[in-house]
């Protein structure tokens, strides 16, 4: 059996200098003399059978500063780093194995700590506490240990089966699966993160290898719109605007620079939200969401929770909704949607609503209403209830109005007398509700019945 075999020798790239190819082999004896100062070492072996025409190569060693290997292999012609850049320390044990048969495929396993990963389309570096890249024979993956990103912490993995190029030569790339999760998610994080109102300076300077020094560099977008992946997505609380939602999970879909989440469910503010949310990355982002929510508790909603003390009651329905654009005031001014609400066992203790509006001043009590329905919609930056009515044994309570999204009211409620209850009436008093959510201000009103024939 002839074979050649190359022992392990150490290659060394001394801190705080530039990489070049010139004095940077030297013998194991060297490599431990100067290691003081040594900020990237490995050892290097070499085998190859010449019967089997199989060989490989082993790459076994740590870095303080593993920017400096992807300069290294810069310096042999392969540049590794296409629309990211990564630094930090790392530790490796890597084989390169070839073969007659077979295409020559990377094994093994890196591991980066105190790490930065900068990428085209994100406006900030994501942090690697810990992370561990495994590559294998039928797959690539990455396993985040502590990873930060878009104002999180995340745990999971990341993984792309490794495809073997056709006869012609052509591979496709391969779509990404992941299982992913996260601490706390907050919308307006990330729109730091994904808007392109500001993006860095360092962008620039990562744009030109990702397409080949193009003298001027395609937008981040088409970078992205590569990028396929698929898979689950947990996180224990997501935050947007005043809405918290817990315990979210979904499977997502990134594809063409579309987002897609289908089986969504979470739990907000006492019950369960279920349902389907797209978003297109478009150069006028365009976002779309269809939800239901079950058995939310009224007063744990965050624009009734100064009422806890005084209200109960559950609510029920569904909501659809659009927007379009980039920041928060752009997609506010372009919200649209509607929907349905369902209301049971209701009730307001210290304020006896119906018998207010019958005595036309007010009366202290208890509220009560077993059911209700109605419907709403959203838009030019308001919310407005097209009609609710709540019922209960001895008449209905109806309320119409809107509430703009800087939660100023103007309400319109009515009580009406049903049944053996209803008598006819001259004068109609309602209640006006009028100025702050947190504190509006109430009033009564009559007006005069009309009468058959008028």
Known sequence: MRRLVVEPFAVIIPSGQNTSLAGRVQSASAALSGANTVATSANLSFVYDFEAKAGGIRVEGQTGRVQDIFTLANAFGRKIQNGWELKGKAAADLHWNWNADKSPAWSGRADVSQGSLQVVGLNQPVVLEDLRAEWRNTERRFTLGKISAFGTNWTGFVAQPRIVPSEFGETEVAPWTFQLQADHLDAAELDRWIGPRARPSWLQRLLPPAFGGAPAPEPPSVVLQRIRASGDLRVDEITIEKIKLKQFRAQTKLDALKLILQDVHAQWSGGEVTGAAEAAFSPKPRYQMAASFERVVIPQTPWLAQLSDHLTGSASGNIELHAAGIGHDALLGSLEGKGEIRLSNVELRGWDIAGTLAL????????????????????????????????????????????????????????????RNARPQNTIRFMQISGPLSDPKVSLEKTSAQQPGD
């Not at 001043?361 to 419907?375: N, V």
């Not at 809107?402 to 409620?413: K, P």
Request: aromatic share 12%; net charge negative; glycine share 16%.
């Open 360 to 419: 036309g001043e007010w009366k202290t009590g208890t509220s009560r209403w077993a059911s209700g329905d109605g419907t709403f919609h959203l838009s030019d930056g308001g919310f407005d209830l097209n009609s609710l009515r709540l019922t209960s044994a001895f008449g209905e309570f109806l309320l119409k109005g809107s509430v703009s999204f800087s939660e100023d009211t103007d309400l319109t409620a009515e009580s009406r007398a049903t049944g």
